[in-house]
């Protein structure tokens, strides 16, 4: 079936510096992909929807001078976390789908911010 | 508003039948999804409805009636390792995913 592929499953990085993440889909072609953040005993967030070539959109309460994502082709979506501070240390998560298929989940990234 | 009720935690007996429920009012509907997710782990797919009935998938079953707004997943000879949470999600007229906030499913022996 198809896979979504999330890189890195982990990361520590230190405050003020800026981590990137990425989603794959790996043999369908992602027409639109989202990313979301999982707070501790909460459900998933959705932070943002990016469909392939057009700027992202972002969820109400998100920055998105803070959290950039790029949707630069069908199998490739990025969401960079700038200047991260130790608040911004969560579980990422993406998903993937195409116009005729449900949602593919990424392993997730926990980020960790030092 | 849009809105996804399941139960906060259920307790069940190993070997046992589950019943997890789920009711939505979303601004249109493009298919239900149910994920299983463990403890620090991203959820995990399990089922997606998108016209009503049952959809059976070895020990787990999906139900949707899209006209009551309502969903369950039946899971059979529960395992210990079926302690998880699980996810209600249905994706609106937008196609995003309207997420419940889980059913956290304990198995006692």
């Known amino acids: 079936g198809a896979v979504v592929s999330q890189h890195p499953s982990r990361v520590i990085c230190k405050s003020g510096t800026s981590v990137k993440i990425e989603c794959r889909s790996l043999?369908?072609?992602?027409?639109?992909m989202f990313w979301y953040r999982q707070f501790p005993k909460q459900s998933l967030m959705l932070m943002a929807t990016s469909n392939e070539g057009s700027k992202a959109t972002y969820e109400q309460g998100v920055e998105k001078d803070k959290f950039l994502i790029n949707h630069a082709s069908l199998t490739l979506s990025t969401l960079t976390v700038t200047s991260a501070h130790p608040e911004d240390s969560s579980f990422y998560i993406c998903?993937?789908?195409?116009?005729?298929?449900?949602?593919?989940f990424g392993q997730g990234t926990r980020l960790t911010v030092v | 508003g849009q809105n996804i009720d399941q139960p906060t935690e259920m307790t069940a007996t190993e070997g046992a039948i589950v019943q997890i429920n789920c009711t939505y009012q979303t601004s249109g509907f493009n298919g239900l999804f149910w994920y299983q997710q463990h403890a620090g782990e991203a959820p995990t797919f399990l089922s997606y409805?998108?016209l009503d009935g049952l959809e059976e998938k070895g020990r787990f079953s999906s139900f949707l009636s899209r006209s009551k707004g309502y969903s369950y997943l039946l899971l059979k000879e529960l395992q210990m390792k079926d302690s998880a949470s699980y996810l209600c999600a249905v994706m609106d007229s937008n196609y995003q995913l309207i997420w419940g906030a889980g059913t956290k499913l304990i198995i006692k022996p």
């Open positions: 998903s993937a789908r195409s116009k005729d298929t449900e949602a593919f």
């Open positions: 043999d369908f072609q992602a027409t639109t």
């Open positions: 409805n998108v």
